[in-house]
C-alpha cells in the first residue's frame, strides 16, 4: 500500500499497479519463450523430416524384420535366375597355415588319448545342455579323444595363454546359427580355465552374448544371426515359426552389433535347408512378399553380407572368417550299407577317404565358394565340412537336454529322436577352434 496527499490536505490509500504490471510482464515473457521454442521445435522437426526423408531414399523401409513379421501376400521370385550353381565337388582349400603352404583340411582322424580331450566337461562352468553329453548319460567318451592330422604337416598344438595373448585387447565374435554357438561355448570352455573366478564375467543369455576376460581386456561374443541377413528368426529363443521370412537386401540391424570387433567368425547354412524362403525387400511397402527355394534365397543373403565385407572391412585392422556347413548324419545306410539307423549308437569315425554324406549340400558349397572368391583375401576360409563329414560318432543323439516331450513310441526307439546335427562337446568343435587358432 503507498500514500499519497489530495487537495484537500488528506490522505488518500490506494493499490499499487506494480504488482499486476509485474504478472503481465511475465506472462509475456513465458508466452515469448514458448512460441521461440515452438519455432524451433518446428526448425528441428523439419531438419528432421529431411534426414528422415534422405535416409528413406537409401533404405526406403526402416521397419525392422522381427518374429511377429507376416506378408501381406505372396508371389514368386521375380528376380531372374540367381547365378546358376554348378553340381561338381568345390574347392574350399584356399585357406592355409602358414606352414609350408599346408591344406590343414585334407588330412585323417587319429586317437589320441593323451592330449584329448583339451578340457573337461564337467569343468566348464559355461556348457551348454545340449552338448554336455556325458552329464546326460552318454557312456563312451572316445568321441573325445581324437586328434585332426592333416596329411602333410603338423597342426600347431593348442595353447591357452597364447591365444590368450593374441586376444589381448580386443573382440572375438561368432556370427551365426546354434552350430556356431557350439563353436563359440567350446571356445569358451577352451579358454576360461586360466582366468580367475573374479577376473571372467558371462551376461546373460541374449542376441549378444559376452564372455569378458578382465585382465586380457578381451571379450569372446556369440552374435544370433542363422540366416546373416535380417529375419523374423533374429529372437534366440523364439525362432520356430511357420513363415521364414528375410529381408535380403540388409544386414545393417546385425552390423550394428559385429562391425566393431576385431576378429569374427561367420556361419550359415542348416537354417536354408527348411524348404521355400519369404523374400521381403527393403523396397517393399505393402508386406508383399516374394519366394524362392533355400539355395537361391542363400545366395541372395549370402552376396548382401560380402557386399558388407567389400565395403566396411579393413583387413589391416579386422580379420573374418567363414566355417563352411557343418554336415549331419542322418542316414546310417550312406556309410553302412541296408542299415536304417542315423548317428544314434556310432562310436568311431567314418573310416572312409574323401566321405560325402548327403548332410552337406554340394551345390551350396559350390555357390558359397563363388561368393567368397568374390572377396578374395578379406575373408579366410575355415573349411570344416569334410573333416567333419568322418565324425558320425560325435553328435548328441539322445545324449542331450530336449525341451520337447516325446510319446511312447518315440521313447521306444532312440534313434526316432536322437539330435545328429549338433556336436558334443568337448568333441569336434574343439578342433575347428584349433584350427582358427592356427590361422591366427
Same mark, same amino acid.
Given at each position: ?8 490536505? =488528506? ?6 499497479? /506494480? ?9 509475456? @515473457? ?8 515452438? +519455432? ?51 574347392? /574350399?582349400?584356399?585357406?592355409? %597355415? ?29 556348457? !551348454? ?17 581324437? =586328434?585332426?592330422?592333416? /596329411? ?78 535380417? %529375419? ?77 565385407? +567389400? ?30 539307423? +542315423? ?28 561368393? @567368397? ?33 516325446? !510319446?511312447?513310441?518315440?521313447? !521306444?526307439?532312440?534313434?526316432?529322436? !536322437? ?18 587358432? +592356427?590361422?591366427?
Amino acid at each position: 500500500m503507498m500514500q499519497k496527499w489530495n487537495s484537500s490536505g =488528506r490522505r488518500r490509500t490506494y493499490s499499487s499497479n /506494480l504488482p499486476l504490471l509485474a504478472l503481465i510482464f511475465c506472462l509475456f @515473457l513465458v508466452a515469448s519463450v514458448l512460441y521461440n521454442e515452438r +519455432n524451433i521445435q518446428q526448425i528441428h522437426d523439419h531438419q528432421r523430416t529431411e534426414q528422415e526423408h534422405h535416409e528413406s531414399d537409401r533404405h526406403p523401409s526402416t521397419v525392422n524384420v522381427d518374429r511377429f513379421t507376416k506378408c501381406s501376400s505372396s508371389r514368386v521370385y521375380s528376380g531372374g535366375n540367381t547365378r546358376r550353381v554348378e553340381h561338381s565337388e568345390p574347392d /574350399l582349400h584356399r585357406g592355409r %597355415s602358414g606352414v609350408d603352404e599346408c591344406d590343414v583340411f585334407d588330412g585323417k582322424w587319429v586317437f589320441d588319448d593323451v592330449s584329448y580331450p583339451l578340457y573337461n566337461e564337467s569343468d566348464c562352468p559355461y556348457m !551348454s545342455d545340449q552338448l554336455a553329453c556325458k552329464k546326460h548319460g552318454r557312456l563312451d567318451l572316445d568321441y573325445q579323444k581324437w =586328434r585332426w592330422q592333416p /596329411l602333410n604337416c603338423n597342426l600347431k598344438r593348442w595353447n591357452v595363454t597364447e591365444m590368450w595373448e593374441r586376444l589381448r585387447g580386443k573382440r572375438l565374435m561368432f556370427v551365426g546359427d546354434s552350430l556356431n554357438r557350439g563353436q563359440w561355448i567350446s571356445m569358451v570352455c577352451l579358454l576360461q580355465s586360466v582366468i580367475p573366478t573374479d577376473r571372467r564375467s558371462m551376461s546373460p543369455n541374449a542376441p549378444l552374448t559376452i564372455f569378458r576376460a578382465e585382465d586380457y581386456n578381451a571379450t569372446v561374443e556369440f552374435y544370433w544371426a542363422p540366416l546373416l541377413v535380417e %529375419s523374423n528368426s533374429d529372437d534366440p529363443v523364439n525362432h520356430r515359426l511357420d513363415d521364414r521370412i528375410i529381408r535380403p537386401d540388409s544386414v545393417l540391424k546385425h552390423a550394428q552389433e559385429w562391425e566393431k570387433a576385431d576378429i569374427l567368425v561367420f556361419n550359415t547354412y542348416l537354417w536354408w535347408r527348411q524348404g521355400p524362403v519369404k523374400l521381403l525387400w527393403s523396397t517393399e511397402e505393402n508386406g508383399v512378399c516374394e519366394e524362392l527355394e533355400g539355395l537361391g534365397a542363400m545366395e541372395l543373403a549370402m552376396e548382401t553380407w560380402a557386399d558388407w565385407v +567389400n565395403s566396411k572391412v579393413d583387413h589391416l585392422s579386422k580379420r573374418v572368417f567363414f566355417v563352411t556347413m557343418s554336415p549331419t548324419h542322418l542316414w546310417s545306410w550312406e556309410w553302412e550299407a541296408e542299415s536304417k539307423g +542315423n548317428c544314434f549308437g556310432q562310436k568311431t569315425p567314418i573310416d572312409m577317404q574323401n566321405y560325402w554324406g548327403t548332410g552337406s549340400d554340394l551345390p551350396t558349397m559350390r555357390m558359397v565358394e563363388k561368393v @567368397l572368391e568374390s572377396l578374395s583375401w578379406k575373408v579366410s576360409v575355415l573349411n570344416i565340412t569334410q573333416l567333419s563329414e568322418y565324425r558320425k560318432d560325435g553328435h548328441p543323439s539322445i545324449y542331450r537336454k530336449f525341451w520337447e516331450t516325446f !510319446s511312447p513310441q518315440q521313447l !521306444s526307439n532312440p534313434s526316432s529322436y !536322437s539330435d545328429c546335427i549338433h556336436w558334443c562337446l568337448p568333441g569336434v568343435p574343439d578342433v575347428w577352434n584349433e584350427l582358427l587358432f +592356427n590361422f591366427l
